[in-house]
């Protein structure tokens, strides 16, 4: 048996590297999936490599940080297919990565805005009909922890406002049978641009603190995300699922 099968799932940035991953591997595990994001090419060629697989995808051009668009989207699922069991935001935070002294205010809180206004709408949003079915989860994606390191500018504190708010929800949607989960990665170099300056050593540097002496895949958090959202974990909420490869110690 598929792990979501019959399952109808909605991903934000799913024509990004890490969205269309997690998207390719709900369709293979059988879920009905909705891609929502800002750019029509990039959702057509995800949506494009699922039906070359026999998986279901509908694509759907949507701004995750205007509500009305965020509403309206979650209508037009319900519309589709009824109902909605998983909804899982990947949209990037536009985070500027310099040391905090070298910082405007507006550099420094536009990843902590984005994330907090764009987490905060989906999830509301995708409660509603989850409320009414008894059931649901909810995945965020980055994770927090004590670690940090130099240059990241808001980055850091965004992922530890974002584990603020996945406490929060997960408490208050627990008693409607909704989870609320987080994947935490110490990074993923098949997302990184190969233009990045000092790419060979950005993800070296990622490689480096690794328990396992390896990151983890695209695959593997679509992998792990798929398992997350299904049945099979039914009895984890409010926490944090780490696949750092050990790079990030509990």
Known sequence: MMLLENKVAVIYGAGGAIGGAVARVFAREGATVHLAGRTEASLKKVTDDIASTGGRAHAHVADALDEAAVEGLVDTILQQSRRLDVSFNLIGVGDVQRPLLDLSLDEFLQPIQTSMRTQFLTTKAAARPMIQQRSGVILTFGGSGPQTVAGIGGFKISLDALEGLRRQW??????????????????????????????????ASLEEPTLLKRTATLDDVGNVAAFAASDFA?????????????AIVD
């Open 234 to 246: 039914r009895t984890i909420t409010s926490t944090e699922i780490n696949i750092s490869c050990g």
């Open 170 to 203: 997960a408490l208050e949607l627990g008693e409607h049978g909704i989870r609320v989960l987080t994947l935490k990665t110490g990074g993923i170099p098949e997302s990184m641009p190969l233009d990045v300056p000092e790419r060979d050593a950005i993800l």
